[in-house]
């Protein structure tokens, strides 16, 4: 398979971040108010650091009491507040350039389990995001294009 296009012709640029240090109830926030699936960690620079999936997100949730009482409630809640985002994010991150071809990407999301790039310049800093839904927005976007 040939890809002619750039990452940068394909990547989300309007991406939501949060800094390491803020609480995993801000993580909470983002992910039940918007419909997204990944959160690139940055640092003061804008620097990638981590990113936390949903996934990740959801088997935190995992550990908590199953219970709906205003006790059970409160004490998930104090956990949200207590954890930190560099204690849940994924350290180890591939990032792409937005000058990169598409089938860097494409080789990438088929060898590994994650469905989300950071997309960085020169100096390392956040620039987008790239998916697998960006990646089947374009195929099915413009015919062709990915033979």
Do not use: C, W
Not at 87 to 102: E, F, H
Not at 112 to 121: C, E, G, K, S, T
């Amino acid at each position: 398979m040939t890809v002619l296009a750039k990452i940068m012709d394909v990547m989300t640029t309007d991406v939501i971040t949060v800094h390491a240090n803020e609480t995993m109830d801000r993580v909470s926030l983002i992910f039940n108010s918007r419909e997204i699936h990944h959160i690139p960690v940055v640092d003061s620079e804008g620097k990638v650091v981590g990113i936390i999936s949903k996934t990740d997100y959801h088997k935190l949730e995992h550990g908590f009491t199953l219970f709906k009482s205003k006790e059970s409630q409160a004490y998930n809640e104090a956990i949200m507040r207590s954890l930190l985002a560099s204690d849940v994010m994924t350290k180890q991150v591939v990032t792409l350039l937005p000058a990169d071809n598409l089938s860097v990407a494409v080789d990438i999301f088929r060898e590994n389990l994650f469905h989300a790039i950071p997309v960085v310049d020169d100096n390392q800093k956040l620039v987008g995001i790239l998916t697998t839904y960006d990646l089947l927005n374009y195929a099915f976007r413009v015919p062709g294009k990915l033979e």
